[in-house]
Structures are given as C-alpha cells and as structure tokens.
C-alpha cells in the first residue's frame, strides 16, 4: 500500500497458480520431476490420506521411479513436509497482500472485506487444500503441528489484526472473538469445497464456487 485511500478498483481478489500435477512423464533431475511428485502426493494424500497414500502410487501418478522420490526426500514423510512447504509458499503471497492492508488508508469495512476476499480466493485457489487441511487438522500429533505452524498460524496473524480492526468499529456480526471469527470463515469454506470437490470441479466451477463463497460468507461475518 502507498498511504493513498482505497478505491473500488484496488478490490482486487488475489489470485496464484495452484499446484498441479503435471502431464507426461518428466526428465529426472530437473524441476519438473519435482513439481510432478509434490502435485502427484497433494493429490494422494488429499485422496486417501497420508497412511493411504504409498510411495510407488505417487511416482505412478507422478510418472517417475519411486526411487527419484527417495532421492529427492528420503521419505514419505519429509515428501509431506515438502508438500506442506510447497502450499505455505503458494500461500505466502496471498498473505502479504493481506498484511498490507494492516493500518492502510480506507475504510476500515473495505480493508477487511478485501482481506477476507483474499484469504477466501487463496483458499479455492488451490483445490486440494480444503481436504488435506482437514484430514491433518483432525489427527494430533507432528504432522498437526507442523499445519498449524507453517500454513494456520502465518494466515492467523495476517487476518487477525484486520478482524480485531473490524470489531473494536462495530463490523463483526457476532461479537465472539477475532480467532473464532476467522475459524467459522475457514469452516464456511472448506465445506463446500470438500463437497462439491466430490463432484469433480472444472476450471469454471472453481472460479464460480470462489465468487459465491466470497458473496455468500461476507456477509454472514460483517453486520455492514
């Protein structure tokens, strides 16, 4: 932000490329190989879970020999870990551009609806993320504690400062607190996803599910 008031055509929803499995059977060693892998395990462990999901399943959907997987990881288990990184970093940006509307000039109703219209489209943005977040966040353990401390906590503290902002003016529909607030914004969205997910999303119905869910959920938040 550059201190300048916001105007209708800076409520922009944020938007970055999701994690995608690729087509064909890539050259080992290079970028693509991992970027195949990490897309191949999102999509199995989204699917059936991390103890569901086997190591050769992946190198098949990923089109590589299971043992590139044991060089590029070493195991399953820091193959997740790569894969949680991978969504923090997909995740990062969305979560500057909320910080910056942190104190910026504007009315303190558009800043928040931005940010909220931000964290939304961030997470529709990646398809698999409603339900891999889910399965993990259920289960306590490390896995748990590394969700919480690489992708919750980061997005926690970009929303928090906004939805405190909103309260102490009166903007919050039920006067609980900001975290909670924030968990019924997570909750509202990841249930239609892991729903209508079941049903096999196009490229289209994303984009259409993100614009209902950020017409849909603002307003059960903000009494404005």
Request: aromatic letters at 4%; a negative charge.
């Amino acid at each position: 932000m550059d201190g300048s008031t916001l105007n209708k055509d800076d409520l922009v929803p944020f938007h970055h490329t999701p994690l995608s499995r690729r087509r064909g059977r890539p050259a080992k060693g290079t970028p693509a190989a991992r970027d195949a892998m990490l897309g191949a395990a999102l999509h199995g462990f989204s699917r059936k879970g991390y103890d569901g999901t086997g190591l050769r399943e992946i190198a098949d959907e990923a089109g590589v020999d299971p043992a590139l997987i044991s060089h590029h990881f070493g195991s399953k288990f820091a193959l997740w870990k790569a894969v949680v990184d991978e969504i923090a970093l997909r995740l990062a940006a969305a979560r500057r551009s909320i910080e910056e509307l942190h104190g910026a000039s504007g009315p303190t109703e558009e800043r928040v609806r931005e940010g909220l219209t931000r964290f939304i489209t961030a997470n529709c943005d990646i398809p698999e993320l409603a339900k891999f977040l889910s399965d993990e966040m259920s289960q306590p353990g490390e896995r748990q504690e590394y969700i919480m401390r690489e992708i919750w906590e980061p997005y926690q503290d970009a929303m928090l400062p906004l939805l405190q902002e909103a309260r102490a003016d009166g903007l919050l529909r039920h006067d609980g607190s900001p975290e909670l607030t924030l968990m019924m914004v997570m909750g509202a969205v990841m249930l239609p996803l892991l729903m209508m997910r079941r049903r096999g999303l196009s490229k289209g119905d994303e984009a259409e599910l993100s614009r209902r869910l950020i017409s849909d959920v603002l307003p059960m938040i903000l009494a404005a």
